[in-house]
């Protein structure tokens, strides 16, 4: 069974900065990608970043592109979202997802794996 695990997750304030981990469980880590989605109160769930299996191709919602990257570890089987000039608008659950060999990557409504989440709140 495939089992993926978010952590980072905190209280931080505008401006500032989180790396949240993406740690997966389970046989063949490198035929999936890996892809982050948030969903704040009363709002629908977000697609953020997402990258191949490889690891040599990315993708970032628009807002979110010059703050956030997303890299990948195979040997550690971890991706890792780092996130910088964070803002309020950024707050809410994190959850990351595993799709196997996608064509797409950042087509999260296939997804066929997601952790539990993480919550990050940015206040001020």
């Known amino acids: 069974q495939f089992k993926l695990v978010e952590s980072g997750g905190d209280l931080v304030q505008p401006g500032g900065s989180l790396r949240l981990s993406c740690a997966a469980s389970g046989s063949s880590w490198d035929m999936y990608a890996i892809g982050w989605v948030r969903q704040a109160p009363g709002k629908e769930r977000e697609g953020v970043s997402c990258?191949?299996?490889?690891?040599?191709?990315?993708k970032y919602a628009d807002s979110v592109k010059g703050r956030f990257t997303i890299t990948r570890d195979n040997a550690k089987r971890t991706v890792y979202l780092q996130m910088n000039n964070l803002k309020p608008e950024d707050t809410g659950v994190y959850y990351c997802?595993?799709?196997?060999?996608?064509?797409?990557?950042?087509?999260?409504?296939?997804?066929?794996?997601w952790g539990q989440g993480t919550q990050v709140t940015v206040f001020s």
């Open positions: 990258i191949s299996m490889t690891g040599d191709g990315a």
């Open positions: 997802g595993a799709d196997v060999s996608p064509a797409d990557c950042s087509k999260y409504e296939v997804y066929d794996y």
